[in-house]
């Protein structure tokens, strides 16, 4: 049922006087007002006549045992023997969708008010049955176990078109717009209901004449005193209208928006605090994260940003709205604007903050500027300003062009225009104002133009600025950029042959080991167990008493001996990891951490065989024992889950503590060399490491590894 016909009901019912409880067959009380928990308490759930008359049986009058066997309203007095008052109490029955009596409805009420119960007893039950007919959404009690309809109300006939007669006893399905949507929602619904007791969701569904609608379902459960889930209440809306009136509303939105960005309006919110709440098509030098929560006066402090302050503050205090003239300092030159600001007001109409839409305007205000000193600026301009007609001649040469032509040792000004001049003049006309830019090589200078139409004095201005330097600097820091890069490429690809040189001796030495002292101690612990035997079974008493110790001692060494040699072995190169491939390496290097650190350790890995390349999973165990190291002398974690499984053609790693974490900034620390390693380690193979961690939160590494190497 929905939030607020639940609410309506609810608001019905516990307006009732009377005590108002529902029955089921078995006098357990499913449902309450609020005079009858007023009077009893929480009592749902358990049966009647022990709440009421204190007795483990019902008594011999007991109106809802009458109504069990006969199915008819029953009316009596009774009388409470805890409370020792007397009531009137009227049971009208429940009926099923096969018409059998599921339950009652219980109307409590004291026999003070006799010459009114029968006629409000009566009202109490019309009252609630017209509440539940008289919701506009449609309500349905469905068999949890079968999906079968128990009850519904009159609204189904308008939502779905059916009749109550056709609705009662079916399967849900038919409500549903196919099969597949019908499991869905039962896949979507049962879970919710395990977890929280309610859903709240939308879905379509099909109405009896085919028309498919989109509907808000909220469904609740009714549970029995075992604690099974013995009915469903689905109430279902139809949001169609709804959601024709949201997406209207969403297109308008847009359309205003759009319109809003090519008017290079800035439109925005500000609290009582005068900090932005909210902020539309900022400029580009800032982004809506970097405003949010923040003043003016500390995203930029300057005279534009207090000006602006200061209009805001006087709208709050006048609560009237304000108009003026600002200019902002920003990357690209000073921006001017003609800011309006409102109060901005709740539904109740109390000033909450301010309101301003800011229409930039710089470019008007330039064009005045430009008219105003059109005589004098263009002579004075330090860099060169040249003035063409729409014919292509030079009109007007000022000083710093004459400069820069007889210092490249040229005289005509043209060198200036482009060849496609006339289309370029054709473009910055029709612009309305709006210039163009472009490049040109005059000599073995680049000049940066700018042209601009000046349609009172019917010419092109073009505005040059030198940007030889800026271009020699530019591609010099390129090339150096890009040798930059190429050396980091060569490093890393010598940083992975070494690695894999270094793996490979680590599988040389450690097989070496194995293979030869391992051996040789392993001989010399069978001739001492032999000489051991000897020295028991004869000699001379007096050699034996010294030997004998001695021989134990030498052997106690050896064994000590194989087991250094088996760990360093191990150290070097697992040979479970050539023997029995990753999976197991990672199980056997989990259990030997469990064991030395006591920390205590998960491991899920999966039954399918992970079929990986050499150097995969040389790399994979690497990080794994880089990772459990530092969990190990770091984290302070008393537990560590480590998972190893296949994504697609990739390879999955994680490693996750519950420790004490790190501030996120220590990743890039020259002091975390084995972080950078493990990164490292997957980047040499096109894989990439994630390194999650909060303090207090515990850290989680998950790399992911290609399952063949780059090279294979």
């Not at 006066?297 to 503050?313: D, F, H, S, V, Y």
């Amino acid at each position: 049922m929905s939030e607020d016909s639940y609410e309506t009901w609810r608001e019905v019912v516990d307006a009732i006087p009377d005590l108002v409880m529902v029955l089921d067959r078995e006098h357990r009380i499913m449902r309450t007002n609020r005079a009858a928990v007023e009077r009893y308490g929480d009592v749902v759930g358990q049966q009647c006549h022990k709440v009421v008359h204190g007795t483990d049986a019902p008594p011999p009058y007991c109106p809802h045992a009458a109504l069990i066997v006969d199915g008819q309203e029953h009316i009596v007095e009774l009388t409470e023997d805890r409370r020792g008052s007397a009531s009137l109490v009227s049971a009208s029955p429940l009926h099923d969708a096969t018409g059998q009596v599921c339950g009652a409805v219980h109307v409590i009420r004291d026999i003070a008010t006799q010459d009114r119960a029968d006629a409000e007893a009566q009202n109490t039950q019309r009252l609630l049955q017209r509440t539940f007919d008289a919701l506009d959404d449609a309500v349905f009690v469905v068999d949890p176990r079968t999906r079968l309809i128990v009850a519904c109300n009159q609204a189904v006939e308008v939502v779905f078109g059916y009749r109550l007669t056709d609705v009662i006893g079916r399967n849900t399905e038919f409500l549903h717009v196919d099969r597949a949507s019908y499991e869905r929602f039962g896949q979507y619904l049962f879970p919710a209901l395990d977890a929280k007791g309610a859903l709240r969701t939308e879905f379509r569904m099909r109405r009896k004449d085919g028309c498919v609608f989109d509907s808000e379902h909220t469904v609740t459960e009714i549970r029995d005193q075992a604690g099974e889930r013995v009915r469903v209440v689905s109430v279902v809306r139809d949001v169609t209208e709804r959601r024709r009136a949201e997406d209207a509303l969403r297109r308008s939105e847009e359309r205003f928006l759009v319109a809003l960005r090519h008017a290079s309006i800035v439109v925005a919110h500000a609290d009582r605090d005068l900090r932005y709440t909210w902020i539309y098509n900022p400029h580009p030098d800032f982004t809506a994260e970097s405003v949010l929560g923040k003043r003016d006066t500390e995203i930029a402090q300057n005279a534009g940003t207090e000006q602006l302050e200061c209009l805001k503050r006087r709208v709050l205090v006048d609560k009237q709205g304000g108009r003026e003239t600002i200019t902002f300092p920003l990357a690209d030159g000073p921006t001017t604007y003609d800011v309006t600001a409102e109060p901005l007001r709740d539904t109740r109409g109390r000033i909450i903050g301010v309101t301003t839409a800011a229409l930039d305007i710089s470019q008007r205000v330039h064009m005045e500027q430009e008219l105003r000193h059109r005589a004098s600026f263009p002579r004075f301009n330090p860099n060169p300003v040249l003035e063409v007609d729409t014919d292509g001649h030079v009109t007007f040469v000022n000083v710093a062009a004459s400069h820069v032509l007889n210092e490249l040792g040229l005289e005509a000004a043209e060198v200036f225009l482009p060849p496609d001049w006339r289309e370029i003049a054709g473009v910055v006309t029709a612009g309305h104002g709006e210039p163009f830019e472009r490049e040109v090589s005059v000599g073995e200078r680049v000049f940066e133009e700018r042209i601009r139409s000046v349609p009172d004095i019917g010419v092109l201005r073009i505005y040059a600025r030198d940007i030889t330097e800026l271009r020699r600097t530019q591609a010099e820091r390129q090339a150096s950029a890009e040798m930059l890069r190429s050396s980091q490429e060569q490093l890393r690809a010598l940083a992975g042959r070494l690695q894999s040189a270094r793996e490979q001796e680590r599988g040389a030495v450690a097989r070496e080991i194995h293979d030869v002292l391992a051996q040789d101690l392993t001989r010399l612990k069978i001739d001492l167990t032999w000489l051991h035997g000897r020295l028991a079974r004869g000699g001379r008493a007096a050699a034996r008493k010294v030997l004998t110790p001695r021989v134990a001692e030498m052997t106690q060494m050896a064994d000590a001996a194989i087991c250094s040699v088996q760990h360093i072995s191990a150290s070097l190169r697992p040979a479970i990891l050539d023997s029995l491939g990753l999976a197991a390496a990672v199980e056997w290097q989990v259990s030997d951490f469990r064991e030395h650190s006591g920390i205590d350790c998960d491991v899920s890995i999966p039954d399918e065989s992970l079929s990986v390349s050499e150097e995969v999973a040389i790399a994979a165990f690497r990080i794994l024992q880089e990772s459990l190291t530092n969990v190990q002398r770091h984290a302070e974690a008393p537990r560590v889950e480590v998972s190893l499984l296949r994504d697609g053609d990739e390879l999955v790693l994680r490693v996750q503590d519950n420790g004490c974490g790190f501030e996120p900034e220590k990743l890039t620390s020259p002091i975390s060399v084995g972080l950078t390693g493990v990164r490292e380690r997957a980047r040499l193979l096109g894989g990439c490491c994630d390194i999650r961690s909060k303090p207090g939160t515990g850290t989680t590494v998950e790399v992911h590894l290609p399952l063949q190497s780059k090279e294979e």
